[in-house]
């Protein structure tokens, strides 16, 4: 049975395919692109925008461990919703995934209950101590595509070292999150006025930024790829900047809440407004989007951080970090920078697919005959307002719910595959 799909405007992120065209799918690869096709189904999609199914490489699938957060099943079918069709999950389960053992059940797990493409990032350190490096060889051999002590940082700049020059080795990207934790310890939002106002311990930029820094250079002595996540500050992407001028190996993502919201979204203590690294300043948005438009930031990720509404309905010091982020990803992007005309949408779309697919080298985020079909349909127009009830995740921690938002997913398709449908 063929797929097809007709009568949409087509965005490739490469422009080889853009246009008023037809795409047809047969045996989970693209077939055919042109004008007045057939095929066995028909989804037409007048009206709506046909891009390459998105690419998001920091996510928090919870699984094995803290499966009432969120499990991989629950999380591809929120990524689905969010149009993504491939997605990277970190390593800081409970268990750690820092072994053969563990790299082996994510992908059994994933093939029997996920229904999109789900990549395993390993942990860089044993148990995510900061002393023993991981067999990052064996790791990669299995599928591992990345790197990662996501959730903190390596403390020590010898062992970070090493796990840099380890990583470049195999040719695996380390992914950076970056803080020292003695600055940052005991905080639990931006430190700033807004903290100050309302009693809450605050976490410096500084925490951040210094920590950019240090690991870009011990990269650069490494001759390794360092991709630095969720980048909050002005101040960091100005170091990363730098950094790509003189020749460093570093990529960075920033994280749709970060230029969607400010500390002001503290205010009414929500805790569904703590993440970390936290929201900062209308100065380090404007940062961030001017990053954005020159090529500083190479992706978006969400960081989807599934918690549950126990945990987060405490005091706001208490609860734990942590937002909801795959299914209004590609709504923020277009809300807050496509709209205001800050970037095109074949922009936002090339941050959310093509770039970052190159960065952990994956065969996809392009429309291409013979590539593999994964297609997110969406309107691009169309306006919607984030609900509680909606969520396909197993969680509802988004300090989003009551925002309306413009952009609406209406069909992901993965491996020719309908695994969505609004």
């Known amino acids: 049975m063929s797929l097809l799909i007709k009568n949409a405007r087509i965005l490739d992120p490469e422009g080889k395919c853009s246009g008023d065209l037809d795409i047809r799918i047969d045996d989970g690869t693209i077939a055919e692109i042109g004008s007045g096709l057939s095929g066995d189904e028909v989804i037409d999609a007048a009206g709506l925008t046909v891009c390459p199914g998105l690419v998001d490489i920091h996510v928090h699938f919870r699984e094995p461990g803290q499966e009432s957060k969120e499990d991989i099943a ?50 860089a350190t044993k148990g995510m101590l900061g002393e023993e490096l991981t067999e990052m060889a064996e790791l990669k051999e299995l599928g591992v595509v990345a790197v990662t002590d996501d959730g903190q940082d390596i403390a020590s700049s010898a062992v970070m070292r090493r796990v840099l020059e380890y990583a470049a080795m195999v040719d695996l990207p380390y992914m950076a999150h970056c803080e020292d934790e003695a600055l940052a310890k005991g905080g639990a939002m931006n430190e700033g006025f807004t903290a100050t106002r309302l009693g809450i311990p605050g976490i410096p930029k500084a925490a951040e930024e210094i920590r950019i820094d240090r690991n870009i250079r011990l990269a650069e002595v490494a001759d390794a790829h360092i ?35 400010t500390d002001a979204a503290v205010e009414t203590f929500n805790s569904n407004a703590k993440m970390n690294p936290p929201l900062r300043e209308q100065h380090d948005i404007e940062g961030i989007i001017e990053g954005i438009q020159d090529g500083t930031v190479d992706c978006i990720s969400t960081d989807h951080a599934p918690h549950t509404p126990t945990e987060k309905g405490v005091e706001f010091e208490f609860a734990p970090f942590g937002i909801l982020g795959l299914e209004t990803a590609l709504a923020l ?90």
Request: hydrophobic fraction near 35%.
């Open 227 to 261: 991709h630095i996540q969720h980048v909050t500050t002005a101040g960091g992407i100005e170091i990363v900047r730098q950094a790509k001028k003189r020749g460093a190996k570093v990529t960075c993502e920033v994280c749709p809440h970060h230029f969607a919201l």
């Open 74 to 123: 629950s999380g591809s079918r929120a990524a689905a919703r969010g149009g993504f069709t491939t997605v990277v999950t970190m390593a800081n389960t409970q268990p750690r995934i820092d072994n053969a053992g563990m790299v082996e059940f994510v992908n059994r797990r994933a093939r029997e209950t996920g229904c999109i493409r789900i990549r395993p990032a390993a942990c």
């Open 333 to 422: 992007t277009i809300t807050e920078l496509v709209k205001p005309g800050h970037i095109t949408l074949e922009r936002a779309i090339q941050l959310l697919t093509t770039e970052a697919a190159r960065i952990c080298k994956f065969d996809c985020g392009t429309l291409r005959v013979g590539g593999p079909a994964d297609l997110t349909i969406f309107d691009p127009a169309e306006e919607w307002t984030v609900s509680d009830d909606s969520f396909a995740s197993k969680s509802r921690n988004s300090p989003f719910i009551g925002t309306t938002l413009t952009g609406r997913v209406r069909h992901t398709i993965c491996g020719g595959e309908i695994v969505y449908t609004a």
